[in-house]
């Protein structure tokens, strides 16, 4: 099993200039893929010219939503060369969304080493203008041609990488998101803390909304009482009030994000009070109203940080610290790129360095 | 749009025989495919030798879950036509679930129309054998090449066909039915009550506990109050209780079954009292130790009724009704296969005949 073989492409494709780049357009020359088959296991990983994939019309990822995924980047530091960002935690997460998926639970050690052999082959795609990054995306499709509803007895195990610009090309620019009231992304005892793709599509009505209300991310709401805050688009979501930085803490319905951990490891390390706790609407509502709600801001790989310039939650807009970046939040976000780059010292041994 | 061009195979396949066919493992040789393109909208309607399908890696079905489908079927009566069960009610789920997966809707006469070529292209495959059918599935998937969250510009619907054997070879058997405690399916304000691939990787899990425990199917409760029928695997649920049938009521987090449909339109015809409402576990448990629980059923497009001998909640196990067959379930089931097959004549103008 620990075996990767690897083809090398003969028709190596013209990079992207990097102003073109935006996010998940372009992918690099290779791919790496795993196959998984009942009663043998995962078997045959290979390095590959990234390529189509050909799958029967009846194979279950088509019907039955069995599919998981995982995002994260590497980074070219000022050294030239290439960092990985606590990938292993992507790929433990990734056997906890297998779990809950009922798919076969990948080896994490070798799919952290295949991943290493990917982006060594592809070194040169990784963009290094300020900003840019590989995005990697891991995931498994169950592609077994039934229609049964059952876990599928077939799978494949994939890594694609895309160069990815710089989010903040003209500064960080603080976001508009908007409570939504009527539409939900997850409930405890449903799939809200496995990375799975039915969360996304569930999501989009709300996005959809958004959208035509001029808002740029949705933020969620418990499924279950539409009451306590859980998450923001595709981020987990910290606010400011008083001092201390709250976050939802994980319930079942929220996705862990690794983000999310570092930044609470961050603001623990500088002695910042932080609380992962329930936080409702309305308690968010209470410390804007009088005066005490500092800072809102998101957390994610494609962006690190989000802030949140404006809250929009029944028919009442709150304009949060001046619609401009807090303190924190820029702290948060120029320690965590600063890792990520090579540029901080990584005293909590984050990174990997290839 | 309204063409539909029909390429027909050189090579066909060689039909499986009738004993073998089980469920969902055997295809035509034909399958419809239709594109959509945004800026053209839908278009290129085909009917082609049934194929593999080839994507690239990135096409957004494998990462982000936007998917919708169908499940109908197709019967040969004792004069060798053939009927469609309503299948408009079919086309017109799907773009109810189209709009929630922010998928763009197809024109319904046009897909009725490409489903009755389809089926007299494959007339052949159509079994006739008692109780045997031809399984219809159309499906959408997301197939742009982009791993940015949000709904894709480019589709492909598709129809195939799959031969199926008889879902009581062996007489209708009751199934044990275990009550979810931990997991959800759905909940409102989510994808319940559309067909989408997440809701059923979602179920996979309970379905899994279920197993383990020697239960055939998950009878799920609503996701707020943990406390509400809503389904039972892939089929509605019906209670007899003191003479009376009781189904959920579509509350946004169930699928609204076409054979549920169909039920209560016959029970109202025969005049059996019958009301769509919530009923909760404890109104069924009481019902039990009271002695009016008479019968409980599935209603679905696979097995039509799936009579529940058995149903366990918490650490409590039901016998129904002697673990037999009910009265009302049986004349059901008579009635509904009856005007599937041409049997029984069709009053409610339900079939389509080819
Ligand atoms: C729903 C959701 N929440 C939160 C996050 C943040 O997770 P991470 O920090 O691991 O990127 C993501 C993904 O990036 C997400 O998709
Ligand atoms: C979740 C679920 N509920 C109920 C049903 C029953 O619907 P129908 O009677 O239209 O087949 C199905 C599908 O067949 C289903 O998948």
Redesign the pocket.
């Known amino acids: 099993m620990l075996d990767i073989t690897t083809q090398l492409t003969t028709n190596p494709k013209e990079k992207p200039a990097v102003d073109a780049l935006g996010f998940g357009n372009y992918f690099t020359d290779h791919m790496f893929i795993l196959d998984y088959t009942e009663g043998i296991g995962w078997h045959d990983g290979r390095i590959i010219p990234y390529q189509p994939i050909s799958l029967d019309p009846s194979a279950m990822i088509f019907h039955y939503g069995q599919s998981v995924f995982e995002?994260?980047k590497a980074y070219v530091t000022v050294d030239n060369d290439i960092l990985l960002f606590r990938p292993e935690r992507?790929f433990a997460?990734l056997n906890h969304s297998n779990d809950r998926l009922c798919i076969p639970k990948i080896d994490e050690e070798y799919a952290l080493e295949a991943l290493k052999q990917l982006v060594n082959v592809d070194r040169e795609w990784v963009p290094n203008a300020p900003g840019t990054s590989l995005y990697i995306r891991p995931f498994i499709i169950a592609t077994e041609e039934h229609l049964g509803v059952h876990p599928a007895k077939n799978y494949k195990f994939i890594i694609i990488m895309s160069p990815s610009g710089s989010y903040y090309k003209e500064g960080i620019n603080p976001v508009k998101i908007l409570v939504e009231q009527q539409f939900v992304r997850a409930v405890k005892g449903g799939t809200g803390e496995a990375?799975t793709g039915g969360?996304?599509a569930s999501a989009l009505k709300g996005q959809e909304i958004a959208d035509r209300e001029g808002y740029s991310q949705t933020l969620w709401l418990d499924g279950k009482e539409n009451r306590y805050v859980e998450?923001v688009?595709?981020?987990?979501i910290f606010f400011k009030i008083n001092g201390t930085v709250i976050t939802p803490e994980l319930n079942g319905s929220?996705?862990?994000?690794?983000?999310?951990d570092s930044m609470i490891q961050v603001l623990k390390s500088k002695n910042i009070p932080v609380e992962e706790r329930r936080i409702s609407i309305d308690e968010v509502v209470e410390a804007h109203h009088n005066g005490t709600l500092e800072e809102v801001f998101g957390?994610?790989?494609?962006a690190v940080i989000s802030p949140v310039g404006e809250l929009k939650y029944l028919e009442e807009k709150f304009t949060i610290n001046k619609g401009e970046i807090g303190e924190v939040s820029q702290m948060l976000y120029d320690t965590l790129t600063g890792i990520q780059t090579g540029k901080v010292e990584d005293t909590f041994g984050w990174t990997i360095r290839l």
């Open positions: 995002g994260l992507n997460r990375k969360n996304y998450e688009g595709s981020m987990n929220i996705l862990p994000g690794i983000t999310r957390t994610g790989t494609a």
